[in-house]
């Protein structure tokens, strides 16, 4: 086979606003929130080559192919009194990514903020992202553990901005405070997906344990995900403070982040498509608002004492119902 040639990394320029446009929905997918993404061509173009550019992009490129991409704006420290960089967002296709393109990418970043007298680099990495995690540490970054990004976007700018604050939940929607403790641990599938499935979960409370498990002949495994979610929660009989443990990022993202936009769209997608199992997201939208909920990722499979039980309860339950089937 022929060999490749040295990736090359260059400022983006226009014309590039269709591969741009395309690499960012690549990220999104990746990152398993491909709905919110509403960028297009036109809007690249104009952000990053118009009369006022909100951003700068670097493109890795391999054998005349973009492959990934850097998008970049200034940021300014007041304690260090000079301006940094903020890394928005750095993606590498899949198929490029042992050719060591990401590390290229950040270190022509590094060069630009010696060039311009940069006194740091910033960006935010997803919890659940462990392999540019370990990355990011080996090359001498650190997270900033005792910070916490705050947004505001959509309606709640708006308000701001009108000077009026943003609309509250009704009061009958609030939770009463929170007394109990329990801590959940849920899991679900089915085999094959669609197919014949099962949820569990595991309760912890005062020193006790409970187990739950059901399942549905013909479903998929993130309803089964969320069937485990909704079913603890609403075996709960009072207001609790609780950490919700699950290994679906489908569903933790779901409730920590799309939801929201959701509702605010009237349960359609940014792409005008009604959203999937809607009916589950309303359900678990309801009960979620007599507690004080903690979402809690788990990596499944790796060796968790109750995500492995979860697991087992649910491996049992599609057992049983293939046979009686």
């Not at 173009?45 to 391999?62: I, W, Y």
């Not at 005792?146 to 939770?175: C, F, I, V, Y």
């Not at 809690?296 to 790796?302: D, F, K, N, Q």
């Amino acid at each position: 086979m022929p060999r490749k040639s040295k990736p090359i990394i260059e400022f983006a320029k226009p014309g590039d606003e269709e591969e741009i446009c395309r690499l960012i929905h690549a990220l999104a997918k990746y990152e398993k929130e491909p709905e919110s993404c509403v960028a297009t061509p036109e809007m690249v173009r104009e952000q990053l080559f118009g009369d006022k550019p909100g951003a700068e992009c670097l493109l890795a490129s391999m054998d005349g192919r973009v492959v990934g991409f850097a998008l970049f704006f200034p940021s300014f420290s007041t304690w260090l009194c000079k301006p940094g960089m903020y890394l928005e967002d750095v993606f590498v296709e899949p198929e490029a990514r042992e050719l060591g393109i990401g590390g290229m990418l950040l270190q022509r970043l590094a060069n630009i903020c010696a060039e311009r007298d940069y006194g740091r680099l910033e960006w935010a990495c997803l919890e659940w992202n462990e392999l540019a995690k370990g990355f990011y540490r080996r090359i001498g970054a650190r997270p900033m553990e005792e910070w916490r990004t705050w947004r505001l976007t959509g309606e709640p700018l708006a308000a701001l901005a009108k000077g009026s604050p943003a609309e509250k939940k009704p009061k009958e929607k609030k939770a009463e405070p929170a007394s109990d403790k329990v801590e959940i641990y849920t899991d679900g599938g089915c085999r094959p997906n669609p197919g014949v499935g099962a949820w569990a979960a595991v309760l912890l409370y005062n020193g006790k344990t409970r187990e739950l498990v059901g399942g549905e002949d013909e479903t998929t495994n993130n309803r089964m995900e969320m069937l485990a979610s909704i079913s603890a929660l609403e075996t709960l009989k009072r207001p609790c403070k609780v950490v919700l443990h699950t290994d679906s990022q489908y569903l933790k993202n779901g409730i920590t982040s799309w939801i929201s936009k959701w509702k605010r769209n009237g349960w359609m997608t940014a792409t005008k498509k009604p959203v999937k199992n809607d009916d589950l997201w309303k359900r678990l939208d309801a009960v979620i608002t007599k507690h004080d909920i903690e979402w809690a990722w788990v990596r499944g499979h790796s060796g968790d004492k109750y995500n492995e039980r979860c697991d087992e309860l649910c491996t049992e339950e599609i057992d049983r119902r293939c046979k009686s089937k």
